[in-house]
């Protein structure tokens, strides 16, 4: 079991205060402490344009988000381990646009999933689409945000580290 938690302190720089919390307790505790953003990182953050906001047909906005997915890597011992999947979906739909699963929480495999969603719209103006998500350093790091920038696609992004926030993705 210490191998997700190794993962997460390599990757994510887990404050002395965040670890004391008992992270192995429950998996989905990880979840609410990379959805905050790391105050040692220069990753943007974005506003919450959809607050109010309710969409009228698809393709006016899009939510991603992460689940962990936990699977036994030796059942005997009851030893485990995660798996990610990275989803994209129309809100209005509820259509599952775009996806990827990966071993790790790197942000590869939520831009493979954008990249797929974006291939799921390909060639429709993409300007007035909104792409609202938590601020996971996934979603916020420098390939992602591009990428949608190159597609003119509106960013939005929780306003508080509470998961609950993001309950629309």
């Known amino acids: 079991k210490p191998a997700p938690l190794a993962k997460i302190k390599d990757e994510y720089q887990i404050t002395p205060v965040q670890e004391q919390i008992k992270l192995e307790s429950t998996p989905f505790i990880y979840r609410e402490i990379l959805s905050q953003p790391n105050p040692l990182n220069e990753d943007p953050v974005y506003p919450n344009l959809i607050k109010t906001y309710i969409p009228d047909r698809p393709c006016q906005l899009i939510v991603s988000d992460i689940t962990y997915i936990p699977y036994w890597t030796k059942p005997e011992t009851?030893?485990?381990?995660?798996?990610?999947?990275?989803?994209?979906?129309?809100?209005?739909?509820?259509?599952?646009?775009?996806?990827?699963?990966?071993?790790?929480?790197?942000?590869?495999?939520?831009?493979?999933?954008?990249?797929?969603?974006?291939?799921?719209?390909?060639?429709?103006?993409?300007?007035?689409?909104?792409?609202?998500?938590?601020?996971?350093?996934?979603?916020?790091?420098?390939?992602?945000?591009?990428?949608?920038?190159?597609?003119?696609?509106?960013?939005?992004?929780?306003?508080?580290?509470?998961?609950?926030?993001?309950?629309?993705?």
Do not use: W
């Open 78 to 169: 009851g030893e485990y381990d995660f798996c990610y999947l990275s989803l994209v979906t129309d809100y209005y739909t509820k259509e599952i646009i775009g996806y990827s699963v990966g071993d790790t929480l790197e942000a590869r495999y939520p831009l493979e999933a954008l990249n797929m969603a974006l291939g799921y719209y390909k060639g429709k103006d993409l300007s007035g689409l909104i792409h609202h998500s938590d601020r996971g350093v996934q979603y916020a790091c420098y390939n992602y945000i591009t990428r949608l920038k190159e597609y003119c696609i509106k960013i939005s992004m929780t306003e508080s580290g509470n998961p609950k926030d993001n309950a629309v993705a």
